[in-house]
């Protein structure tokens, strides 16, 4: 199947930074890529869908401006949690999908840890 | 809105023996369903889906599901138990059909499985 690959796998930052985490489609391209959360023993929990070239669709509850999200190109989607404080520590996971009839492939996830 | 439950957050089964995890969910419309598998560090993969076409659905790696209207479940099953199927298993309920949609996910069981 197509891989999607995360970067960091792991990060921690201190309180009030920002951190970058990245999602990439590796062998097809991604026309919507869909940004979750998780938090431990709890449902993966959609944070926002994004569309190549287009300002992201944030689900109810989820600051924009704190989780910014950036889908610049076909292959490469981002997510920036700015001023981070430690409740923003959670695992991040990215899916993609390369549109009507195609599957959704998830990424490994990004553990943060906000201290 | 849609929602699924999935009963059992562990479970525990013996080499060989059936597995059997619990799903129900919750539409306004008709659902369409999906059962992944999480190896750790790794993303989700899917191991099935039901898309309105048969109520009994076949998957990757001998596992199957059935999908109950009249129950409103979708629990998963696997006649013999292997100790590879040691895992994390999501269901999940999209609005749109082949997986491109968005996702609603349980809560997730982990399979353990003693020799």
């Known amino acids: 199947g197509a891989v999607v690959s995360q970067h960091p796998s792991r990060v921690i930052c201190k309180s009030g930074t920002s951190v970058k985490i990245e999602c990439r489609s590796l062998?097809?391209?991604?026309?919507?890529m869909f940004w979750y959360r998780q938090f431990p023993k709890q449902s993966l929990m959609l944070m926002a869908t994004?569309?190549?070239?287009?300002?992201?669709?944030?689900e109810q509850g989820v600051e924009k401006d704190k989780f910014l999200i950036n889908h610049a190109s076909l292959t490469l989607s981002t997510l920036t949690v700015t001023s981070a404080h430690p409740e923003d520590s959670s695992f991040y996971i990215c899916?993609?999908?390369?549109?009507?009839?195609?599957?959704?492939?998830f990424g490994p996830g990004t553990r943060l840890t906000v201290t | 809105a849609q929602s699924v439950t999935q009963l059992g957050s562990h479970v525990s089964v013996s080499e060989g023996a059936l597995v059997l995890l619990r799903c129900n969910y919750s539409?306004?419309?008709?659902?369409?369903l999906f059962w992944y598998v999480q190896y750790p560090n790794q993303g989700l993969q899917l191991l099935l889906k039901?898309?309105?076409?048969?109520?009994l659905v076949k998957g990757i790696n001998g596992f199957e599901a059935e999908f109950k209207k009249s129950e409103t479940s979708f629990h998963l099953t696997k006649p013999s138990a292997h100790m590879s199927d040691a895992a994390e298993y999501f269901c999940?309920?999209?609005?749109?059909?082949?997986?491109?949609?968005?996702?609603?996910f349980g809560a997730g069981t982990q399979v353990v499985v003693t020799p």
């Open positions: 539409s306004s419309v008709p659902p369409y």
């Open positions: 062998d097809f391209q991604a026309t919507t």
């Open positions: 994004s569309n190549e070239g287009s300002k992201a669709t944030y």
């Open positions: 039901y898309t309105s076409a048969a109520t």
């Open positions: 999940a309920v999209s609005d749109l059909p082949d997986s491109w949609g968005k996702f609603q």
């Open positions: 899916s993609a999908s390369s549109g009507a009839r195609g599957e959704q492939y």
